[in-house]
């Protein structure tokens, strides 16, 4: 597999505030997956944007990808202390090769 | 939605017990693919399938194997576990575009 990058490697923020992470890759994808990952626990799909989108919605969540960057970023509103995690992209690449951020550890201080 | 599921989230079991970790998807995908995640290793690429009976080596098999009778099921095998492969292991299927990751199986050897 290859390895993404994800910027910041770790944010810490108020409760309320918004958090913004993202994600860049080198090769040419279809779509790009965000995934969230509670400390010890298993992977929770969020959210998927496809190459020919620009922006996607769901909930408090936001995702932009800008393919001719080759980046793409997760925004996160009014946020929780549900929402301490960390936070992946995810996506394969025209040789099946899997793109897979090192993610960014996420900190909502109460 | 697609479905990943791995059935076992949290297992314990003692060095050189044989172990199966099974995972099932519902979405007639032919890929599926077995990954560790380590705290800063990333995700490692066990073993992946990309049809019925036929697997392929990825980056770590040592100590693996694995198993696919059925398209919608493929299980990882651990014939003797050992202590260096406790670890988060995480199940994933995917079509041509998008890769899909179950919750994950926490395997703790003692």
């Known amino acids: 597999s290859q390895q993404g990058e994800e910027d910041p490697q770790a944010l810490s923020i108020q409760e309320g505030e918004n958090a913004t992470m993202n994600c860049s890759y080198k090769?040419?994808?279809?779509?790009l997956q965000w995934y969230r990952q509670n400390s010890g626990r298993g992977l929770v799909h969020l959210i998927l944007?496809?190459?020919n989108e620009r922006e996607k919605h769901s909930g408090r969540l936001r995702v932009t990808l800008d393919t001719s960057k080759k980046s793409s970023s997760l925004l996160i509103t009014a946020s929780r202390a549900a929402d301490t995690a960390s936070y992946f992209c995810?996506?394969?690449?025209?040789?099946?090769?899997?793109?897979w951020g090192a993610g960014t550890k996420l900190i909502i201080k109460p | 939605d697609v479905k990943v599921t791995q059935s076992s989230r949290y297992l314990v079991k003692r060095t050189g017990e044989k172990v199966f970790l099974e995972c099932v998807q519902d979405m007639d995908h032919e890929n599926m693919f077995w990954y560790r995640q380590d705290p800063g290793l990333g995700l490692r690429l066990i073993y992946f399938s990309y049809d019925v009976k036929m697997k392929e080596k990825g980056d770590i098999p040592e100590g693996y194997s694995v198993s696919r009778e059925k398209k919608e099921r493929f299980s990882l095998i651990l014939e003797s576990a050992s202590t260096n492969q406790t670890s988060m292991y995480l199940c994933a299927s995917s079509d041509r575009n998008t890769i899909y990751f179950g919750e994950g199986s926490w395997l703790t050897v003692v």
């Open positions: 090769t040419s994808i279809n779509n």
């Open positions: 944007i496809r190459s």
């Open positions: 995810a996506t394969l690449d025209s040789n099946y090769q899997l793109i």
